[in-house]
Nanobody, 124 residues
């Protein structure tokens, strides 16, 4: 059974930082893209960042570009999201996702496996 488990969420003041982790089990994602998405209350789930299998290619939503960094450790089957200069509008549940496509994508439909999410709250 494939599981993606996020951790690292919490409450932080505006301007602060958090590092999210997503550990995969049940299958290896070392050959596939991984991504982060988020969903704020009353809003649809939206793309945040994605990374290819080797980590050589990344893509970010405009809203987080320059502030967030996605990375991965294939030996640990884990993907990370370093979030700096956090803003109140970054408040959301953050989801890790694993894709079986060969290339990175910002589309929700491109991802086959999803974690349960971790809450990130940024206070002003």
């Amino acid at each position: 059974q494939v599981q993606l488990v996020e951790s690292g969420g919490g409450l932080v003041q505006a301007g602060g930082s958090l590092r999210l982790s997503c550990a995969a089990s049940g299958r290896t994602f070392s050959n596939y893209p991984m991504g982060w998405f988020r969903q704020a209350p009353g809003k649809e789930r939206e793309f945040v960042a994605t990374i290819n299998w080797s980590g050589s290619s990344t893509y970010y939503a405009d809203s987080v570009k320059g502030r967030f960094t996605i990375s991965r450790d294939n030996a640990k089957n884990t993907v990370y999201l370093q979030m700096n200069s956090l803003k109140p509008e970054d408040t959301a549940v953050y989801y890790c996702a694993g894709s079986l496509y060969s290339s990175i994508s910002s589309r929700i439909s491109a991802y086959d496996y999803w974690g349960q999410g971790t809450q990130v709250t940024v206070s002003s």
